[in-house]
């Protein structure tokens, strides 16, 4: 194929938010209509959609060309009777969310950063908290997607490919629009601990994360104590927060999960209700949540091991807390999507937020690996980690028909890229 014809302007594909990687595409198009993206796919012969630059590795690079999906129409449209709401891929979270609000809807769940895409987040599989919740991809109803042949095409749940199409890291196409299950608004309130002793969290694990709707825990993985335990309550489950949480302490000051950075970024805490948008991300809408001077990765193993990862990474602490900002645990329910971190099975997480030294991280994530994938720990698709294809493919029981799916939906390869090639789902 030629390059692309289009009038949409080509940048400079420029680096990802954190800086740790520069985009290797030779062109990045900004398309202003549905029309001018089937034109940009159908002339290019290799092209991956790049969203809002929160992946900390190639998962969005293209050996050709990039497009970004934010100049296409927000596009936040709600269906009160089926309790669905339709939206722009390249619209964010924290507009969604919005705007969801103002209607009288919302979403069951939010990542830590409103800022993020829908389309990126759930081509990712990038979730919440919660033990009854799942992840954000979950959610999803229906995608609309533009095909290698620059055609439009819609994939609604039920349908034989659903399943395959909804986390697919961007292999199946360039996703424009989605539709998502919405619920009514509620309110929620946030408290944070500290103090609780390790001891007491693995002694009492199901019952501190079963603590309220939305539970993270904070740690370095060394000391006695974890950091922090944030709770996010909904009102409509309980009024009320626990004068104590195992020995914790309700925190007598609003915190952040990192220390060194402004308390002003993180959502309201102290009990204060307010609405679910405002309290189930860590951070507002309205801040940068922190300068892009850290790298991220994140594991998620099955409940049923998840005693066993927090002994090895205490194992490990020593090692790793030079190079950590913190760690986050946070637990997943399971859900049906083939490529999802969760597929079958309930999950807990462990989002590691590392200080910006590469090569040491990229170390560190060897000895961890070592000791969380016997477990079964899946990586975050869209954050730092050092297996490979035969590494993962075990780990997704429907992996070789999701790389089936690839091959019958994109048999030249228009989006497969370096990171397709290296996790086995193209090549």
Request: charged share 20%.
């Amino acid at each position: 194929m030629s390059t692309p014809t289009s009038s949409a302007p080509a940048l400079d594909p420029g680096s990802n938010w954190a800086g740790n990687l520069r985009y290797t595409a030779a062109r990045l198009h900004a398309p202003r209509s549905v029309e001018q993206l089937q034109e940009l796919v159908a002339g290019s012969r290799r092209l991956r959609a790049l969203g809002t630059r929160h992946c900390f590795n190639d998962v969005a690079d293209s050996p050709g060309d990039l497009v970004s999906l934010a100049g296409l129409p927000a596009g936040v449209e709600v269906d009160g009777e089926r309790a669905v709401v339709r939206v722009g891929a390249g619209t964010s979270y924290g507009v969604l969310a919005q705007r969801l609000h103002e209607a009288g809807w919302a979403l069951r769940t939010m990542a830590s950063l409103p800022h993020i895409s829908v389309a990126g987040a759930v081509a990712t599989a990038t979730h919440g908290s919660g033990d009854r919740t799942q992840n954000l991809a979950a959610d999803v109803r229906a995608l609309e997607v533009v095909g290698a042949d620059g055609g439009l095409r819609r994939v609604e749940r039920g349908e034989e490919e659903f399943a395959g199409s909804v986390v697919a890291v961007g292999a199946l196409g360039v996703v424009t629009a989605l539709e998502l299950d919405v619920v009514p608004a509620y309110e929620v309130r946030q408290d944070v601990y500290s103090g609780l002793s390790f001891a007491a969290f693995t002694e009492n694990f199901d019952a501190v994360t079963s603590a309220a709707y939305s539970v993270s825990v904070y740690t370095t993985w060394v000391g006695e104590d974890t950091a922090q335990v944030w709770l996010k309550t909904r009102l409509a489950d309980s009024a009320d927060a626990p004068a104590e949480l195992f020995g914790a302490r309700p925190a007598g000051e609003p915190l952040h999960p990192l220390p060194e950075v402004d308390v002003l970024n993180a959502t309201e805490q102290l009990g204060v209700p307010g609405p679910w948008h405002e309290r189930l991300p860590h951070f507002r809408f309205s801040f940068q949540p922190s300068n892009g001077e850290e790298l991220q990765a994140e594991y998620l193993v099955e409940r049923a091991h998840a005693l066993a990862a927090i002994e090895a990474l205490r194992g490990l602490g020593p090692s790793i807390a030079p190079l950590l900002h913190m760690c986050e645990v946070r637990t997943v329910a399971a859900d049906d999507l083939w490529l999802s971190s969760s597929y079958e099975r309930d999950a807990v997480a462990f989002h590691f937020t590392f200080k910006q030294r590469q090569s040491e991280v990229l170390a560190a994530l060897a000895r961890i690996e070592a000791e969380l994938l016997p477990l079964g720990a899946r990586p975050h698709w869209g954050k730092l980690f050092a297996a490979g294809a035969d590494a993962l493919a075990g780990l997704y029981p429907r992996f070789a028909d999701a790389r089936a799916l690839v091959a019958r939906r994109d048999p030249d390869g228009t989006f497969a890229n370096a990171f397709t090639d290296r996790i086995g789902l193209t090549g």
